[in-house]
């Protein structure tokens, strides 16, 4: 394993930290302002996007592009310290075509659409003309287990017809949210995990109701997290995204990648954060000595960059093995970055809010800002104690290979 940036990756690092710090931080005062008065998509974004594709840095995550399909065709692990530099600014990674859940819509689209589909839908996706979301939670049903989701997708002659409430659905508040990707219940019958499939919805379709934008932690996203109704919602059988009865599999194919923006998304804003609370540090006095010179606060320094540190080689080792080996065989890394990640994302947060004082809480830093969705993406993907059982899980597995070798090891005298 080697995790070193080849000079192709360092040369993109730099270009990316250089755009964001020529065009995308001078503007975010901009975008808080615009948002706050409920202009969304703020007036520069398209701006923004043309001057990044046109710079090359467009569509970064994609490996298996076709020559007509724009991007820049990287493996996960020559992506993963590019997402880690857009995680420092929460809207920068849409500058860039690399947005959740378009990326995991846009992964899903490449590998199971068909012809038609991919023109009419992923086309203009990597165009990044529109945007898409992806329906799968429920508020009725422990949702962490995607067997349970109770929508149903019932075929009635040449359509699927769609029942079922969805919420937490990222981007489907957003103007340009043109295509939901639906997870549903065809065959209920069917083995557990082949009861489910995926029917592409178009936004505009009679029966689709956006009910609300829910806060997170009382922050409304522009982009949304919404309660999503489907009420005899009917599209053509040709909308069937993958084979009847694949949706389990697609889902779990569609999270590998995912998992590893989004967590290198976060050691973005924790690098930062620890980048903040170490000036801020040198700046302040309270009782005649800085504050990095009392003992708490060198040590939240000093853990911060030991955890960021050690998390950010896990992640790209997981990005490394699902490179080598699929994401199925990496499944347990997977989960341990996914466990790890958000919890470290909000504790550098939270360090550096209590180095900023009562400031750390107000909207003159980007702290609290970053600590709420750290906070989210405990549940985002999975919760932490659905990661942590699977972990659990295939470390027994795996135990019972050599089960009892580790006795040799024990201090314990002989029984009569």
């Given amino acids: 394993m080697n995790f070193g940036y080849t000079e192709k990756v360092e040369d993109l690092r730099r270009r990316v930290r250089a755009f964001m710090d020529e065009h995308i931080v001078p503007r975010h005062q901009q975008w808080l302002e615009e948002v706050h008065a409920s202009q969304y998509p703020v007036s520069f974004m398209e701006e923004l996007k043309a001057q990044a594709r046109a710079e090359g840095l467009w ?10 399909e724009p991007g820049t065709r990287l493996t996960n692990l020559e992506y993963a310290p590019l997402a880690e530099i857009m995680g420092r600014i929460s809207w920068a990674s849409e500058v860039f075509n690399c947005n959740a859940p378009d990326t995991g819509n846009m992964e899903l689209l490449h590998m199971f659409a068909t012809p038609a589909q991919r023109e009419q839908w992923l086309a203009p996706l990597l165009d990044g003309t529109i945007r898409s979301a992806f329906a799968m939670t429920e508020p009725d049903v422990p949702s962490s287990d995607a067997t349970n989701i109770t929508t149903s997708i019932r ?5 699927y017809v769609i029942d079922g409430r969805k919420w937490f659905i990222t981007n489907a508040a957003h103007p340009n949210c043109k295509i939901l990707i639906v997870m549903g219940k065809t065959n209920p019958d069917a083995p557990t ?4 499939s995926m029917v592409l919805v178009p936004m505009d379709t009679p029966g689709v109701k956006v009910v609300r934008n829910i806060p997170v932690l009382n922050h409304v996203s522009p982009e949304g997290h919404c309660e999503v109704t489907f009420t005899n919602v009917r599209v053509p059988a040709a909308n069937l995204l993958g ?46 000595k800085y504050l990095h010179q009392h003992g708490i606060v060198g040590e939240w320094i000093a853990k911060s960059r030991i955890e960021i540190d050690q998390a950010r080689l896990l992640v790209l080792k997981t990005a490394w093995l699902i490179d080598e080996v699929g994401a199925k065989a990496a499944r347990k890394e997977i989960s341990m970055i996914k466990a790890l990640i958000p919890q470290l994302h ?10 900023f004082g009562a400031m750390g809480v107000s909207p003159d830093t980007p702290l609290a800002d970053h600590w709420t969705w750290g906070r989210a993406l405990r549940y985002a993907d999975g919760p932490d104690e659905v990661h942590l059982q699977a972990i659990a899980r295939m470390e027994i597995a795996k135990s019972k290979e050599t089960l009892g070798a580790a006795a040799a090891y024990l201090n314990v005298p002989p029984r009569d």
């Fill in 59 to 68: 569509n970064l995550f994609l490996p298996h592009l076709k020559d007509d």
């Fill in 346 to 355: 909000t504790t550098v947060c939270d360090r550096a809010m209590q180095v």
């Fill in 193 to 196: 995990h082949e009861q489910q």
């Fill in 155 to 159: 075929r009635d002659g040449g359509d």
């Fill in 243 to 288: 084979d009847e009865g694949s949706g389990f599999a697609l889902a779990q194919a569609r999270l590998g990648p995912g998992r590893i923006h989004h967590c290198m998304r976060s050691i973005g804003a924790a690098e930062l954060a620890l980048e903040l609370m170490t000036e801020r540090s040198q700046e302040r006095k309270t009782f005649g």
